[in-house]
């Protein structure tokens, strides 16, 4: 009896000596006018003698594997950055890819011009060139194409996928790439196998011509927001066309050239329509595609989406634009935001416009946030909000890590694991510090104080 006793005293203080050593605290301060850094993130031993919010981790429920964070390589980014001497150039990517940085790990890209590119083109601007004698991706050569080259220098194992805002202008019953919402019953591909065929063969021209540069793509996915007809570049592809396309052309011309790439829906939104849930319903479509893309997704869809297709694979394809502003209140929402599609099952999220300009517009004449902001008269470089959250983010969410249940009424958490820690991931927006009482199931872990003004990352060892 003795020797029990003084087994399970040894069991408890060894418990109790781990719970008391074992909690840091990460964060990023966000204040309005306040700058940001280029490392942002801070570190606190996590301690408190105070009574806490309650969160209740299940490190032995887990769920979706976690593939990254990253975002968009775009035109007017690109222009932006080669605008700067070398070693500024690989200031700003070690940032935002390095493992020691933001650590991007998935990323995209435009398939010819996005709404961030300068103007519309497309690497086919020669009329009915079916066999497309004349694709080109020269004008990228001096912008996205080294930026997405510098990337690779700091993470090697960085994933790119990529998607069209819209096809060649001359596919299309309207004759332009832009302005769609001008003539939105013409913003859509010709019906005709010609047209269709040589579209295939496009996407696969593509990913030939990119690997030819050194840059691998991913990934395909098919239309960048299906279901709209705007200013800027864009295509309405409806769910059925688009299974089609890939049933019939697309996959055929990918065997035929041996194109590594994956090929994904979408990619879908929720805006006034539910193309992605139609699209997965049905079986023969679905089959068709390595998986679907999501953005602007409410989360219940997300949900519907894979009750009714259990083994969905999802890809979140891009992040809230908002209109230039980089504010602090805006950064808090992007936590919201990453925390919604990961707690409902995607594996990654996708920033927009990693970085812009002085002037933060369009090629199309409207603003939006961007991670960084580079002044290309003045050489000045600046880290806005969202930089601070995504660097979080990215450097505590890596590829291979596991979501894990959690409980609490305090909304605003997520939970990771890397099966040896777990990392709470939780905001504090009040000027006050609070405090979090950390439970792993029925074992109380630590009691900690969050910072005030921040977005934390609690990591708790139990192994």
Known sequence: MKKFILILAILLLTFSASAQTSAKVYYVELIEGQAIEANPIKAIEGTSESKGISVRIYPDITFQT????????????????????????NDIMKNLFDKDGANFSVCRTAIGASDFGIDAFSYSEVPNDFKM?????EREKTSVIPFIQMAYKYNPDMELFASPWSPPGWMK????????EEFPEKNVLKDDPKIFKAYAKYFSKYVEAYAKEGVTVDKIV????????????????????????????????????????????????????????????????????????????????????????????FLHTEGNCYGGKNSVDQAYSRFKEVAAFINHGVPNFCYWNMILNEDSSSGW????NSLIKIDRQNKTVTYNPDYAVMALFGHFMRPGMKRV??????????TLTDDKNVYLFIKNESDKPRTFDIWLKDNQAKVVDIPANTISVVEVNYI
């Open 133 to 137: 004698k004349k694709f080109s991706i």
């Open 365 to 368: 004449g409207w603003k939006q």
């Open 222 to 313: 098919i239309q960048n927001e299906q279901d709209i007809s705007t200013k800027y570049p864009s295509c309405n592809m409806p769910p059925k066309q688009m299974g089609e396309f890939v049933i019939n052309y697309l996959r055929p011309q990918f065997e035929k050239d041996n194109t590594p790439a994956e090929i994904w829906a979408g990619s879908f939104r929720t805006a006034k329509r539910l193309d992605g849930l139609e699209f997965v319903t049905n079986k023969d479509w679905r089959a068709s595609v390595d998986g679907i893309g999501v953005q602007y997704m409410n989360s219940r869809q997300v949900e519907n989406m894979r009750a009714v297709f259990p083994e969905i694979k």
């Open 405 to 414: 249940a959690s409980a609490s009424w305090y909304g605003d958490t997520m």
């Open 66 to 89: 976690i593939t990254g964070i990253g975002g968009a390589f775009n035109e007017i980014g690109g222009e932006a950055l080669m605008s700067l001497d070398e070693e500024k150039q």
């Open 173 to 180: 019953e309207s004759g332009l790439m832009d302005r769609g």
